[in-house]
């Protein structure tokens, strides 16, 4: 594996931070548990997309693309990023947003990732809920090719061979960290949803015969299906960095107990970590993703499948703003 050799342009600050969280430990009881910063790679207040946009936006470029389209819910963190990625590259960027949670609250449909998009000068169409938005995605975008527009789509989480390629380099950042900080790590959890995260993740480890289990905190399919999607793309992200093969279905896990009703609506477990990390270790986790991740590493350590004496990483994959998209679901005025 030669992850050099494809086009990148740097859009994060890397290596982002792995650091201890000795009170969250001391507070649940089981492993020592590490958290891997990913909600720090700069861009537009971060989040795991800005690693796969290196390669993405690389490509971009080399294709001569004027325009970048991509998709996602509305609180989209990917389309946040892209938008921020584009604008610092001087590039257009469109983006459909999908109505998924059905919720009308103004700060969901106005604040958050949805300001940010809008401040990095995107422009925004929306969609109801239930399409194929890739689909929808595509046929704009010929739309746009038909008027002598150059554009280059993106789909939904920057989850292809190419953004996955983000994820390896953060497998290779992560097992370099773990030797120079002498860290012998026992497990890595993260938020999966497109699966572009845990496929790079996976066959990163597994090119590097690394040997630490990965599981992945589903955040919308039921556990088959979100399987699949990730071994799909882990066996393209492996030809393409050529190491065919090198991922074995066994090897990719995924966690889907702690979706709750389902994408982007928070389960009590999903506001219960959101305290927790906030109090203990004064880490901003997000409603969509990051926070149904650690509900998952929470219970887990809780029911002792983690146990003392372990030590696991806890991949932090940022969406924070999207705390400001979701003011409806703390009782912010009853806990004043
Ligand atoms: C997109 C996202 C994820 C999931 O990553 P995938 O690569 O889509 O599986 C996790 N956390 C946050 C904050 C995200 O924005």
């Given at each position: 594996m030669n992850l050099a050799r494809f086009p990148r342009i740097r859009l994060a600050h890397l290596p982002t931070p792995l650091e201890p969280m000795p009170r969250l430990s001391k507070a649940l009881g089981g492993p020592d548990i590490w958290i891997?910063?990913?909600?720090?790679?700069?861009?537009?207040?971060?989040?795991?997309?800005t690693r796969k946009l290196e390669f993405l936006m690389a490509e971009a470029v080399e294709q001569g693309a004027d325009i970048v389209l991509t998709q996602g819910a509305t609180q989209s963190n990917h389309a946040r990023q892209t938008a921020a990625a584009a604008a610092k590259l001087g590039m257009d960027c469109h983006i459909l947003l999908e109505d998924r949670t059905g919720y009308n609250h103004e700060n969901y449909k106005y604040n958050g990732n949805v300001l940010l998009d809008v401040l990095h000068g995107a422009s925004v169409e929306h969609r109801g809920p239930g399409l194929d938005m890739n689909a929808e995605m595509e046929t704009v975008a010929d739309a746009m090719r038909a008027k002598g527009r150059n554009a280059y789509t993106i789909p939904g989480g920057g989850s292809n061979a190419t953004g996955a390629l983000g994820y390896v380099n953060c497998a290779l950042e992560m097992m370099g960290q773990f030797v120079t900080q002498g860290l012998a790590v026992d497990h890595i959890v993260h938020a999966t949803g497109s699966a572009g995260t845990q496929a790079g993740l996976i066959t990163g480890l597994k090119a590097m015969n690394a040997q630490i289990p990965l599981l992945g905190i589903g955040v919308r399919a039921p556990k088959p299906k979100q399987e699949e999607n990730v071994y799909a793309l882990a066996v393209k992200t492996a030809e393409k960095l050529g190491c065919?093969?090198?991922?074995?279905?066994?090897?990719v896990v995924a966690n889907t107990d702690y979706v709750g009703e389902g994408y982007g609506i928070p389960a009590d477990s999903t506001l219960e970590a959101i305290d927790i990390f906030a109090r203990t270790e004064a880490i901003l986790l997000d409603p969509v993703y990051s926070a149904k991740g650690a509900a998952g590493l929470i219970d887990l350590i809780r029911k002792g499948h983690f146990k003392q004496g372990e030590t696991v990483v806890f991949l932090h994959?940022?969406?924070?703003?999207g705390l400001t998209g979701y003011?409806?679901?703390?009782d912010v005025a009853g806990r004043i």
């Amino acid at each position: 594996m030669n992850l050099a050799r494809f086009p990148r342009i740097r859009l994060a600050h890397l290596p982002t931070p792995l650091e201890p969280m000795p009170r969250l430990s001391k507070a649940l009881g089981g492993p020592d548990i590490w958290i891997k910063r990913d909600d720090c790679t700069g861009l537009s207040t971060g989040g795991n997309k800005t690693r796969k946009l290196e390669f993405l936006m690389a490509e971009a470029v080399e294709q001569g693309a004027d325009i970048v389209l991509t998709q996602g819910a509305t609180q989209s963190n990917h389309a946040r990023q892209t938008a921020a990625a584009a604008a610092k590259l001087g590039m257009d960027c469109h983006i459909l947003l999908e109505d998924r949670t059905g919720y009308n609250h103004e700060n969901y449909k106005y604040n958050g990732n949805v300001l940010l998009d809008v401040l990095h000068g995107a422009s925004v169409e929306h969609r109801g809920p239930g399409l194929d938005m890739n689909a929808e995605m595509e046929t704009v975008a010929d739309a746009m090719r038909a008027k002598g527009r150059n554009a280059y789509t993106i789909p939904g989480g920057g989850s292809n061979a190419t953004g996955a390629l983000g994820y390896v380099n953060c497998a290779l950042e992560m097992m370099g960290q773990f030797v120079t900080q002498g860290l012998a790590v026992d497990h890595i959890v993260h938020a999966t949803g497109s699966a572009g995260t845990q496929a790079g993740l996976i066959t990163g480890l597994k090119a590097m015969n690394a040997q630490i289990p990965l599981l992945g905190i589903g955040v919308r399919a039921p556990k088959p299906k979100q399987e699949e999607n990730v071994y799909a793309l882990a066996v393209k992200t492996a030809e393409k960095l050529g190491c065919p093969g090198v991922v074995e279905r066994a090897d990719v896990v995924a966690n889907t107990d702690y979706v709750g009703e389902g994408y982007g609506i928070p389960a009590d477990s999903t506001l219960e970590a959101i305290d927790i990390f906030a109090r203990t270790e004064a880490i901003l986790l997000d409603p969509v993703y990051s926070a149904k991740g650690a509900a998952g590493l929470i219970d887990l350590i809780r029911k002792g499948h983690f146990k003392q004496g372990e030590t696991v990483v806890f991949l932090h994959t940022g969406g924070a703003i999207g705390l400001t998209g979701y003011s409806h679901s703390f009782d912010v005025a009853g806990r004043i």
